[in-house]
């Protein structure tokens, strides 16, 4: 008989004894849906305005940027006008603009087709969203039917059961034809009933993926129909209603063509000025559209690098992606964890992501102690696929995020930009392995996007694409010993396992 050691806060089943002796839950997917009720709870609560204060403070923004906290920034801007030219890192947004009032009074108010397309684009992705989270939660409702299901056929009268309890049925779909006719063993019944909730979290976390798409669109479609003016602004067509006021005055009289000469060169004059305005009015306040003259005046900010970093790197932006490829055991994650460790000393909060090698690992641990990788600021984490980044790494908390590596994780180009989206305004250093080719595996896309490409080979990084500097620059993984110094041989090992 195996001790028990208390119920699971899910499911309220009881807790194997093979289980950590302060576990709060049977296994790691009581968990995970214990956690993400939780969070949609704090959510829809703060959606109302009803959250108490000591849990507001506890959820984190997804509006927040990390920047508040990044040390060792170059800001450059003037201190007598500071304008903040781009506060989206995809749509700049400008308080000149004005969408809801109308042009002129005497105009007719029509919405321009580009705000009737966003606005149609946001009604429809709400609708998906709602749609998605009620087969979510049918799916939830589901899963929790087939974790409490019992065996009917356990019974002496199956019919009385059924009678009893309507987990059976909502269960029937998802099982084999077998269990409709004849007598199933505990066994075999459980066989099933495992089988058929695995099928139901598989397809919820297909639609959560499907959801979390269209939650990062309708984001980017509301930043965007926030800045798109709403009405149209036609010229001033003084010179179109003049030719027509000309064209109808000859109808009815066919002279006077020689005294209106004045007129007509005065109303050209007043067509060319406000057009003119008007020109100027539209291209002042189109976002998209940058004055050349207002272009430099703003100063973007970058990180204040040192020493051997600067010569291997330059000063980048503070969200600069670094795209470091290799083949195996040449130092990819060795040179990573130097800078991870650097930028959490002198910078910021960096969190590192490991797939390809676990953090339990013996040479994960090697990796780290040469590196000396370790850190207040320095957070690891082991991350069993993509779709868990998102739910398990916080937003407005890391200035760095770095990912061993793209391959095992199965991220594509495409999911590389969901992630910079998601986590505006963060650095992104990326590992990648290396075709017999001697190029990084994967999509050329990745390289396109990346500021800064570092090759590793046989210890030594050499940079072959920087936004910040010129290539060709090396670091040396391992310091050089000094000219003439020679390294001292191993001694004989003693006490070997």
Request: glycine share 4%.
């Amino acid at each position: 008989m195996k001790k028990l050691r208390g119920k699971c806060l899910e499911c309220k089943g009881d807790i194997p004894e093979s289980n950590r002796v302060d576990s709060k839950f049977c296994d790691n997917t009581c968990r995970a849906r214990y956690w993400r009720k939780k969070k949609e709870r704090e959510q829809s609560l703060k959606g109302n305005n009803k959250v108490p204060p000591k849990v507001e403070n506890k959820i984190i923004s997804v509006t927040s940027t990390p920047l508040e906290g990044l040390r060792g920034v170059i800001d450059n801007t003037p201190k007598e006008e500071k304008k903040e030219t781009f506060q989206k890192p995809y749509y700049p947004v400008q308080d000149s603009v004005v969408t809801d009032t109308p042009v002129s009074t005497t105009d007719k108010q029509e919405e321009t087709a580009e705000y009737k397309k966003l606005s149609a684009k946001e009604t429809e992705l709400e609708t998906l969203i709602e749609r998605q989270n009620n087969i979510m939660l049918e799916f939830d409702k589901k899963i929790k039917n087939a974790e409490t299901a019992k065996n009917p056929h356990k019974h002496k009268k199956a019919e009385d059961h059924y009678k009893t309890s309507s987990d059976v049925y909502l269960l029937r779909d998802f099982f084999d034809s077998e269990m409709e006719e004849g007598n199933n063993s505990e066994r075999e019944f459980e066989a099933k009933r495992l089988k058929a909730i695995q099928a139901l979290e598989k397809e919820r976390a297909v639609c959560q993926e499907i959801q979390n798409k269209n939650k990062i669109s309708l984001k980017i479609v509301k930043e965007t129909l926030i800045i798109t003016p709403r009405y149209e602004k036609p010229f001033k067509s003084l010179w179109k209603s003049f030719l027509q006021s000309k064209q109808h005055g000859t109808d009815k009289t066919q002279a006077q063509p020689l005294s209106n000469t004045n007129e007509i060169k005065e109303t050209e004059k007043k067509v060319t000025e406000s057009s003119v305005d008007d020109i100027d009015d539209i291209l002042k306040n189109n976002p998209w559209i940058i004055n050349s003259e207002d272009l430099f005046k703003t100063k973007r900010s970058r990180l204040n690098f040192q020493g051997k970093w600067k010569d291997f790197l330059g000063q980048p932006g503070t969200d600069f992606h670094l795209a470091v490829h290799g083949s195996s055991g040449q130092g990819k994650s060795t040179m990573c964890f130097q800078f991870a460790k650097y930028l959490a000393d002198n910078f910021g909060r960096v969190v590192f992501i490991a797939n390809e090698e676990h953090t339990d690992s013996v040479t994960f641990e090697e990796k780290v102690n040469q590196a000396n990788a370790v850190a207040p600021n320095l957070k690891y984490m082991n991350m069993p696929s993509y779709e868990y980044i998102q739910e398990r790494v916080p937003t407005g908390i890391f200035h760095f995020i770095f990912i061993d590596s793209l391959n095992t994780l199965e991220i594509t180009p495409q999911r590389l930009r969901e992630l910079k989206a998601h986590y505006e305004k963060c650095a992104f250093i990326t590992i990648s392995r290396e075709t017999k080719g001697g190029k990084m595996m994967g999509s050329n896309e990745i390289l396109h996007d990346s500021d800064i490409i570092a090759e590793v080979d046989k210890l030594v990084g050499t940079t072959t694409k920087n936004r910040y500097k010129e290539t060709g620059q090396q670091f040396f993984i391992r310091e050089k010993k000094k000219g003439g110094e020679k390294s001292k041989g191993l001694s004989e090992p003693g006490n070997v396992i």
